[in-house]
């Protein structure tokens, strides 16, 4: 398997205070550096590598980039010759230009996006350790997210105009990083459109997905809880925060999971939700859904999609 896993997340921010507060104490990631540009570094207390999250202040919000973590270095040049054989740029970027990550792989998706592949991250360890290790630390602040588990990328597309990034993605991340689609979303007439794409390369339902919409931008990141009880907990730790809740707990079709979609302080959506949904084993078979039942897809429950939840987010790059 070429790439391994979300690595991490850039997102900028426009109140380092607030958005420190917001992911320090409410989604409760720990602090882990800061840099001379004002970079703050931030990891889940279940994650064993530095970081999973940068955030980066900045006058306007959104996603700088995402990086994935491939198995072996050797990996990049691998992939880094089969993006430049569809003519597209790759470039090898030196150890350090990711911070406190080896050398990376620096690209451009089809829909844009930046994304960073690296083999190597500074190793810190889990909260709990590794020898007879308890289930959860103590003095694990408000939801105590476990890690970063994916992100959500909105796509261009405008079938009229014969452009649809969903579908340019889905055959990038297939056929260059051997990602695998797990669930799709079909409309237009004859369901021929290709919405939404969602794409793993472990086995979890999914590793990132993406929605078509009017620009290409940043829809989410999403960090992982245990249970539908920890995503109960998590919205009680928004209300006592006054944080900006976008969806209250639900249950999505697509993946099955159970979340909450909210907003940190610069507008970014978060989304903290639970369970594994199922497994995505390399040869379960793909899961369609129709234009008719988009709803459902979704918001599973209501089964109404909200038209906030296309049309709001913020920048891709
Ligand atoms: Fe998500």
Redesign the pocket.
Known sequence: MAVMRIGHINIRVLDMGAARHHYENVLGLLPQAEDAAGNVYLKGWDEWDKYSVILSPSDHAGMNYVAYKVQHDADLDLIKGRIEALGREAEMVAAGALPFCGRALRFNMPSGHLMYLYAEKEFVGKSVGVTNPEPWPDGLKGAGAHWL??C?LMCELDPEKGVNKVAENEAFFREVLEFRLTEQLMVGPGLVVQAAAFMTCTSTP?DI?FVGGPQMGFH?A?FYLDEWSDVLKAADVMGKNKVKIDVTPQRHGI?R?A?IYFFDPSGNRN?T?GGLGYLAHPDMPVITWTEEEIGSAIFYHTGELKESFTTVYTEGI
């Open positions: 588990d994916h959500l999914h997905a989410h999403s993946t999971g979340t989304e939700f």
